[in-house]
């Protein structure tokens, strides 16, 4: 079975920019969800998107917005890119949720801000 | 909102020792504790998981235990290997209707051959 899938895997933008990621998720999952990992903050959830609705969300500003379409893959958004966007944004997909049953990560997609 | 403390940040064990990693929380209607692994330039893992109610769970070299009313849970590894060499992240399932995700910072583990 094909594991959870994210493209591009890098990216550079500039300040100010908007950029969207992609997630494909395993095969009869229905739950995505995206994180950010940074070496100061760590891992920090952004939200979660289950049958194309967002479930849950984190506390990141507006900025960041999601979605998910019929076919389960889920795209993000960050608009007006500001230096400290950089980090390596993760999605994970599972087939209830990322917290009822076991999630699986993609390999991320490492974002820089110039 | 949740607030999840780990220790240590780094930790070196020698090869075949135990490795012991502690995370506490604050919310103590978190009811779902994992733990994961990620080695170097690779995605997390799960390794292990338990719910709160039970107190501890094992998976042959790996355990982890849970003490709700000190609010804190630990991730044992026994016999460690080189390849447990890896950033392990512990995270909370915390309380609420938009329930949210909190994770440790990491603990570093390194295994001396």
């Known amino acids: 079975k094909a594991g959870v899938t994210q493209t591009p895997r890098y990216l550079i933008k500039t300040r100010g920019q908007q950029v969207t990621l992609s997630c494909s998720p395993i095969s009869g999952h229905r739950s995505v969800s995206w994180y950010q990992q940074t070496p100061g903050q760590g891992l920090q959830f952004l939200f979660e998107y289950f049958s194309e609705t967002q479930r849950n969300k984190g506390n990141f500003p507006g900025r960041f917005s999601g979605r998910q379409f019929s076919n389960s893959r889920s795209e993000m958004n960050v608009s007006t890119l500001e230096l400290g966007d950089s980090a390596l944004y993760l999605c994970?997909?599972?087939?209830?949720?990322?917290?009822?049953?076991?999630?699986?990560f993609g390999p991320g997609t490492r974002l820089t801000v110039l | 909102g949740e607030n999840v403390e780990q220790h240590p940040s780094t930790l070196s064990v020698q090869e075949g020792d135990s490795a012991v990693i502690k995370c506490t929380y604050s919310?103590?209607?978190?009811?779902?504790f994992p733990w994961y692994k990620q080695e170097l330039g690779k995605r997390p893992q799960l390794i292990i998981d338990i719910r709160s109610n039970v107190g501890e769970k094992k998976d042959q070299r790996i355990a982890v235990t849970l003490n709700k009313t000190a609010k804190h849970f630990s991730l044992h590894i026994t016999e460690t290997q080189p390849e447990d060499s890896a950033v392990y992240f512990c995270?909370?399932?915390?309380?609420?209707?938009?329930?949210?995700?909190?994770f440790g910072i990491g603990t570093k583990l390194q295994v001396i051959p």
């Open positions: 994970a997909s599972s087939f209830t949720g990322p917290f009822s049953d076991t999630q699986y």
């Open positions: 995270a909370t399932l915390g309380s609420g209707g938009y329930q949210k995700v909190t």
């Open positions: 919310d103590s209607a978190s009811n779902y």
